[in-house]
Structure formats: C-alpha cells, structure tokens
C-alpha cells in the first residue's frame, strides 16, 4: 500500500507563489510516476505535472513556465513550486502515484487564488 500526504496549500492573491508538498509512504519503489493533478469546481481532474519514465517531466500547457515539479527521492517527497498564480489555478490539488497499474491519490490540499 502506497500512502500520499499532501500540504502546503492555501489563499493566495494573483501573481503570488506556493509550494505544495506531497510525502509518500509504504510500499513506494521510487517517485518515478508521481505528479500532481487538480480538480477546479464543476470541472474534470487535470494533469498539472509528473514525472514519467527515466525521469523526464510532463507539465500541462497552463503550468509551463509558471509550476516546477521536484523531489527528494531520500524522502519520498515530491513539490510543487507554482509562482505567477491566477485565479483559474484555484483548484483543489491532489497527489498522485502510479504504480503496479494502481493509481493512488492524497486526499487533496485546497489552492484558492483570489484577491
């Protein structure tokens, strides 16, 4: 079993900056498959950005240049770094792993962008 620990969100104005962190336990061969996804309301759960295979990094089009992907592979940690945020990033954000063909997903940490 694979367990997901997000935090680090929160209000911030536009064209603020967060950092979300996601900590993962148990059973994690490595952070290869792990990304961040959000949910705005009304709206399908979207790609934000992962890591896939032999490291390389997808980011959705919105994050490009705005949101950077890292982690800690000591730690199992996995950040997102978002800076020029709008109020269409507000969303709640989820943590995500695949694994073994299994998705695991955190609970969600709440982003609202507003002024």
């Known amino acids: 079993q694979v367990q997901l620990v997000e935090s680090g969100g929160g209000l911030v104005q536009p064209g603020g900056s967060l950092r979300l962190s996601c900590a993962a336990s148990?059973?994690?061969?490595?952070?290869?498959?792990m990304g961040w996804y959000r949910q705005a309301p009304g709206k399908r759960r979207e790609v934000v950005a992962r890591?896939?295979?032999?490291?390389?990094?997808h980011y959705s089009n919105s994050a490009k240049g705005r949101f950077t992907i890292s982690r800690d592979n000591a730690k199992n940690t996995v950040y997102l770094q978002m800076s020029s945020l709008k109020t269409e990033d507000t969303a709640v954000y989820y943590c995500?792993?695949?694994?073994?063909?299994?998705?695991?997903w955190g609970q969600g940490t709440q982003v609202t962008v507003s002024s």
């Open positions: 890591f896939i295979s032999n490291g390389n990094i």
């Open positions: 995500n792993h695949f694994q073994n063909k299994i998705d695991y």
């Open positions: 148990g059973s994690i061969f490595s952070t290869n498959g």
